[in-house]
């Protein structure tokens, strides 16, 4: 394995200096540093981060926290898209990061939650789709022990920022596509993701408005984001309603197989834009979200409060569109 000795004699500089190009020290001149660089590069030297943070006298540890407990019928791609993302920044801003799932925490209080962090040397959370069924880390984020950047949960304090696209314009402007596509709408049914959660009360209330916008007659259902329950509710319901309409892209799938199964029609819109979707073989719109962009702009939002920074609330962009599966196999 190749050390920062073996780049000190590759450049002929002592080994402080190495240290000090890798630390961007801005005393070490341009013909020095270009040594260092071109030592580093020819020998493959990676840098050990955490060596390089304690010897700023500082120490940067991210704790992603991903929670994937609604998507246990597939590979999640949304939490491997995030990741992504996330690995990307990380090596682009030095900084060592360690996943967790909530799931570990469940058991934990709040005190009991800081206390396993800080033993792992995290000092900085992102955390994914917090559930409000995770007190324990709403707690943590609350006192402000950690820097936080929350992804598509709107918490904001002076250490904690969060990032999202718009969820209430978003389901809207899916919804209102679906059902403008459609002659028949005059019964609805909306399957919600989970009870009293940030993204399901934002895209529940943009139904709503929908609906008095056009006067359709509502079912709401909540389906957890859990392909199994949409089918249930579909079985249930389908043969009462025009078009179904899905807070996410895995109950969407559910429904289409539902109602193929039963035989029957229904238009079906979904949300998030997963992979997935287009081997249904049964085109719908959907919301398309880039995670992997979301995912580095929670660093950014992270960097800030680094250097800095206050917390606040960051809204990216989406797409409306429809998938199919040509769509998916030409990407």
Known sequence: MVSINDVARKAGVAKSTVSKVLNNYQSVSDKTRLKVERAVQELGYVPNVVAISLSKKEFNRVGLIVDIHHNNQFIDEIGMKYLIGAFEKAKEYHLDVVTFFTSQ???????????????????????YNLSIENKNIYKLIEKQEFYSVLVDSLLVNEKTSSVSIDHFTAQYEVAKKTIDEND???????????????ITNQRLNAIKKLQKEIGFNLIVKYGDFNEYKARQIIFEYSRDIDIVICASDLMAIGAVFALSEMDI?????????????????????????NFCQKSKQAFDELKKLLDGGEGRHIEIPYEVCRVDYMDVIQK
């Open 105 to 127: 925490f469940n058991d934990m209080s709040s005190k009991q939650l800081s206390a396993y962090l800080k033993s792992q040397r995290i000092n900085c959370l992102i955390i």
């Open 184 to 198: 028949f709408k005059k019964r609805i049914l909306y399957i919600a993701g989970g009870r009293g959660g940030y």
């Open 265 to 289: 029609f229904r238009p079906v819109c979904g949300f998030d834009g997963i992979t997935l979707m287009g081997y249904t073989k049964s085109a719908m719109n959907t919301v398309e979200q």
